[in-house]
């Protein structure tokens, strides 16, 4: 399995302005997933970050709004930018570690836009 | 696309119940199953997993076992504890691709 760490845990933005999100994993993986889960909701698959090309956005989400780097192979980050209040949402990042499929979730950030 | 269908929650028992939570799905291939848990307040948690046909996934009490005549991988547990209440996500992957996850059941337990 792998140790995932997100920064920040929780944030409260008002509309307009932009949030990064860090994802910080403890050992080198090929494949980040970025989810959002709105309240009450399952997750959604925003994009799938590489390291060394770039991210693959999910239909209805796209690079100006949730921007995305993976500078390398134990770290991304994930903007949401120009926020509005429809943002307000957990964002995850997950990995893909220990073959089989399975994929690791960090704890989640809380972003509430007002 | 690949799709995954779970029971609509909410879903309430006493403690010592049995518990079933249905999760079918559609899929071309050979996609690999989860069970994802998400405790009050916390982040999502891999209870479970089923790779091919016929497996059983097994942890905490829970198991399911993967059904591909069925298209199913329904979660059980033969007597469930106040703190099993959770949010259970039925999720499936193909090899290399991101998770396609169902849309959750609550389990409330009380004791």
């Known amino acids: 399995s792998a140790v995932i760490s997100q920064k920040p845990s929780r944030d409260i933005c008002q509309r307009g302005t932009s949030l990064t999100i860090q994802c910080q994993v403890d050992?080198?993986?090929?494949?980040m997933f970025w989810y959002r889960q709105q309240p009450g909701q399952s997750l959604t698959l925003i994009a799938t970050?590489?390291?060394?090309?770039?991210?693959?956005?999910e239909s209805g989400f796209v690079i100006d709004k949730f921007p995305i780097s993976r500078p390398n192979l134990t770290f991304s980050t994930l903007t949401v930018s120009n926020m509005s209040p429809e943002d307000s949402s957990i964002y995850l990042c997950?990995?893909?570690?220990?073959?089989?499929?399975?994929?690791?979730f960090g704890p989640g950030t809380r972003l509430t836009v007002t | 696309g690949d799709s995954v269908t779970q029971m609509e929650g909410p879903v309430t028992l006493s403690e010592e119940a049995f518990l079933t939570i249905n999760c079918t799905y559609t899929?071309?291939?050979?996609?690999?199953l989860f069970w994802y848990v998400q405790y009050p307040g916390e982040g999502l948690q891999l209870l479970l997993k089923?790779?091919?046909?016929?497996d059983k996934g097994s942890n905490k009490g829970f198991e399911a076992t993967y059904r591909k005549e069925t298209t199913s991988f329904h979660l059980e547990k033969g007597s469930v504890q106040v703190s099993d209440s959770a949010v259970y996500f039925c999720?499936?992957?193909?090899?290399?691709?991101?998770?396609?996850f169902g849309k959750g059941t609550t389990l409330s337990v009380s004791s």
């Open positions: 997950s990995v893909e570690s220990g073959g089989y499929d399975e994929q690791y």
């Open positions: 050992s080198q993986v090929t494949m």
């Open positions: 970050a590489n390291q060394g090309s770039e991210a693959t956005y």
């Open positions: 899929a071309t291939g050979y996609p690999s």
């Open positions: 089923a790779t091919k046909a016929d």
């Open positions: 999720a499936l992957s193909q090899a290399g691709t991101a998770l396609i």
